[in-house]
């Protein structure tokens, strides 16, 4: 079944603790990225990433990080979470990139960091 | 800069009542427009795109969306809701850029 996974889907943290939150896709997709929703604000992106390698800032990359080092992965690392961080975060695939194509999205990861 | 406007923030509809909800962007280049559907604990999926042709476009579940270039607009709709259709709604813009989403509560 094609789709996109993450995990943890929940995770409560402490300021400071540094976390990981894995994306999967096994699509075959070049491109993946990064949201965070909040209320009020819709999704909003953090990172993406045309191809391997190759990643870029989204709208609200402060205090994030990620890599591509493999074509299906595309972990979320927070070094230094905050309570600022605590949100739902949702990672997507899509094919290129294009801005024709449907973006596939994982089931969310809901993090609160205290 | 770019931007999408969701105006209705949350909806409320009784069953088989007619719904539309507004979506307007400002985007300086071609447009391609989606609308995203998120139910309750389940992750986005796409509910219809509009990338050229037909400015009416239908998508699963019954619901349709209207292309107005002239207003910037791309409202979705439905002629007769159902329960199941409580979710969260989401406008976007060339894949990238969302709206804030609109809630819809449906009461049965």
């Known amino acids: 079944e094609a789709q996109v996974t993450q995990n943890p889907r929940y995770l409560i943290t402490v300021t400071g603790k540094k976390l990981t939150v894995t994306c999967s896709q096994n699509m075959n997709h070049e491109y993946m990225s990064w949201y965070r929703q909040d209320p009020g604000l819709g999704l909003r992106q953090i990172y993406y990433s045309m191809n391997v390698e190759v990643t870029d800032k989204g709208d609200v990359p402060e205090g994030y990080k990620v890599s591509r080092k493999e074509k299906r992965n595309f972990p979320l690392i927070l070094e230094s979470p905050s309570p600022n961080q605590t949100s739902l975060y949702f990672c997507?695939?899509?094919?290129?990139?294009?801005?024709?194509?449907?973006?596939?999205f994982g089931p969310g990861t809901r993090l609160t960091v205290l | 800069a770019q931007s999408v406007s969701q105006h209705n923030h949350h909806v409320i509809l009784s069953e088989a009542a007619s719904l539309e909800l507004g979506c307007n962007y400002s985007y300086g280049g071609t447009v391609n427009l989606f609308w995203y559907v998120q139910y309750p604990g389940q992750h986005l999926q796409l509910l219809l795109k509009y990338f050229s042709g037909d400015p009416l476009v239908k998508g699963i579940k019954g619901f349709e969306a209207e292309f107005i270039k002239s207003k910037f607009s791309f409202n979705l709709r439905k002629p007769s809701v159902q329960w199941s259709d409580t979710a969260e709604y989401f406008c976007a813009v060339n894949q990238f850029y969302f709206g804030t989403g609109t809630s819809l509560t449906v009461i049965p």
């Open positions: 997507a695939s899509s094919l290129q990139g294009a801005f024709t194509d449907t973006q596939y």
